[in-house]
């Protein structure tokens, strides 16, 4: 999973095996270790919500999406979905979960369980 942070916007990016185990387990987490300390954030599918909720919880970014809503985005072609979400102070975050695709230009990273990206092959 890849994770995004600018102002007051998170955009997720989930790649094939990402999927799978939110598919299979519910729920898919990242965590990245910063000195002794570490900062986890998880998706998770829950049954009981009919909208997307977030919560943080010391270092730990907790993100509910309703399940139906997710199983139909991962059973389809949809690259992603967004959501808005009010903050108790009256400001508003702004989501965004998508497929990661890969690059079209070369990379010095691991995209074996990218999606294959539809403008692949494209010119303008």
């Known amino acids: 999973m890849k994770i995004r942070i600018r102002g007051n916007s998170i955009r997720y990016r989930l ?8 598919e299979v387990q519910g729920k898919v987490e990242e965590e990245t270790c910063i000195g002794a300390g570490a900062l986890h954030f998880c998706i998770r ?9 977030i919560r943080l919880e010391g ?3 907790h993100l509910s999406i309703p399940a139906e809503q997710l199983q ?26 998508e497929k990661d695709f ?3 230009t070369e990379r010095d ?3 074996s369980q990218a999606f294959d990206n539809p403008l692949n092959g494209h010119t303008c």
């Open 15 to 22: 790649d094939k095996a990402d999927i799978a185990t939110l």
């Open 102 to 104: 890969k690059c079209l």
């Open 45 to 53: 599918a829950r049954a009981d919500i009919q909208q997307p909720a």
């Open 72 to 97: 139909a985005w991962t059973g389809s072609n949809l690259t992603g979905f967004d959501a808005v979400i009010t903050n108790p102070d009256g400001s508003v975050l702004k989501l965004l979960v």
């Open 59 to 61: 270092t730990a970014v």
């Open 109 to 111: 990273e691991d995209e």
